[in-house]
């Protein structure tokens, strides 16, 4: 999940994407190639997942083995920076050369499915509903760009985040420090 943090980065490119100007792509640029590199880069991405999970849970009761923890979490993190990568590249050339294509719609619901999973994640155990804004905005900015409504989880993600934003949640209070008892004398 810190990795998850760390490449949040790709919501900033992705809205140049879907608002900036048009990048003219490559001559002979093969939309459909690119897209199968995405579609790769996105299988890899859940293999390192489920395999990150399974290194998480340990195995017949027992804790998780600590470097084929950090491994797995190694893994997972490469894939996930590796399918960003590859999905803002082609989204940067789709959204705005071939909106209509269904490469690219679908594109677009896998940067959507990112967004809303990474915002939940700040929502959660990060606490940063200012981030989870940031992340919701950008994929909302796309389908604004394209005349398209917000998928459901979208929406619907955005306003959770935006009333968290709002009144985030109060500390707990054990995690407060307590006043010192004055003495009295």
């Not at 979490?73 to 269904?102: C, G, I, T, W």
Request: aromatic share 4%; charged share 20%; proline share 8%.
């Amino acid at each position: 999940m810190r990795g998850m943090l760390q490449n949040l980065a790709v919501a900033g490119a992705l809205a140049l994407a879907c608002c900036g100007p048009q990048s003219g792509g490559r001559p002979g640029q093969d939309l459909a190639a690119q897209f199968a590199s995405v579609r790769l880069a996105r299988a890899e991405l859940l293999a390192a997942r489920a395999t990150l999970e399974r290194a998480q849970a340990g195995s017949g009761g027992a804790p998780p083995d600590a470097g084929a923890l950090h491994r797995a979490q190694a893994a997972f993190e490469a894939a996930y920076a590796r399918e960003q990568k590859l999905l803002a590249a082609f989204l940067n050339v789709a959204l705005n050369e071939h909106p209509d294509r269904p490469e690219t719609r679908e594109a677009l619901a896998m940067y959507t499915e990112s967004a809303v999973e990474n915002a939940r994640y700040l929502l959660g155990p990060a606490g940063d509903g200012r981030r989870a804004v940031e992340v919701l905005e950008a994929a909302e900015r796309c389908y604004r760009a394209l005349g398209l409504p917000a998928p459901d989880a979208l929406a619907n993600t955005l306003a959770q985040a935006r009333r968290f934003q709002a009144a985030p949640p109060a500390p707990s209070p054990a995690g407060e420090p307590r006043a010192k008892a004055r003495s009295r004398r």
